[in-house]
């Protein structure tokens, strides 16, 4: 089954660029690039941007870098959806990736009725349950905690559109935002090992300041309750599959 591939790149980032150009060529990966926002060029006030919202949730000011990158995903998607496609592989351009990707992908797209969202990277290990070996090394699981990064996920049209409706205005970074998908309807699995990891390119978003105020107040809260509406959602995702593998009472 064919998947569009889309890569994210500011125009800049012409070394990013060709690292990326040749690794999809190893693969045999047609892709589109979209052009990343350069957030430190959007006109004040941000359309689209939350910034009380931002504090509050993240206690952090706000992040040029950060705010782009969310936008760059939300012009991916839109891009997405107006094709003719599936499921997309969405790529930012400090990917490392494997050859047995496109395999990957293609065993767990037989698999596509236990998810929306497939998670392919990320900087925090999770707590699993098994839904499916995809190879004697990688099992198609349902991760139970947070997640950071998003330099490589695939998605279908059902998890595209509700972000896209639920992902406006922007009041968290993009990964977290992602993430939290109880509040979207839509199902996310993983791939462990992660088949991808992160160039050792130097970062282009920096850290923001924290506004202590909220850190120390807020933020906690609503991160501590997203861990137990995360791990409800989830179980009960993965209840759902293993009655569809066992239907028997």
Excluded at 34 to 45: C, H, N, S
Excluded at 60 to 85: M, T, W
Aim: hydrophobic share 40%; proline share 5%; glycine share 4%.
């Amino acid at each position: 089954m064919k998947f569009a591939t889309y890569l994210i790149n500011l125009d800049r980032a012409v070394e990013r660029r060709e690292f990326m150009e040749a690794q999809l060529q190893r693969l045999g990966l047609e892709y589109t690039r979209v052009p990343a926002v350069l957030g430190t060029d959007l006109d004040e006030p941000i359309d689209g941007f939350d910034e009380t919202g931002f504090k509050i949730r993240t206690g952090k000011h706000r992040n040029p870098g950060e705010i782009g990158c969310y936008f760059s995903h939300l012009n991916v998607l839109e891009a997405f959806l107006e094709s003719d496609q599936e499921f997309a592989l969405v790529l930012e351009d400090d990917a490392q990736l494997p050859d047995k990707l496109p395999g990957l992908l293609g065993a767990a797209m037989a698999h596509r009725d236990h998810w929306d969202l497939l998670r392919l990277s990320s900087s925090r290990e999770g707590e699993y349950r098994p839904i499916v070996d995809l190879d004697k090394m990688h099992q198609l699981v349902i991760n139970l905690k947070v997640l950071k990064n998003t330099a490589a996920y695939f998605i279908n049209r059902r998890a595209a559109a509700a972000c896209l409706e639920h992902l406006r205005p922007m009041r968290l970074p993009y990964d977290v935002a992602l993430d939290r998908d109880w509040t979207m309807n839509f199902r996310t699995a993983c791939i462990i090992p992660f088949p991808v990891k992160l160039s050792d390119h130097e970062g282009q978003i920096a850290k923001a300041p924290r506004v202590r105020l909220f850190r120390s107040t807020t933020f906690h809260l609503f991160h501590l309750l997203d861990r137990v509406r995360r791990r409800r959602w989830r179980e009960q995702i993965f209840q759902a599959v293993k009655l569809q593998a066992d239907p028997s009472p």
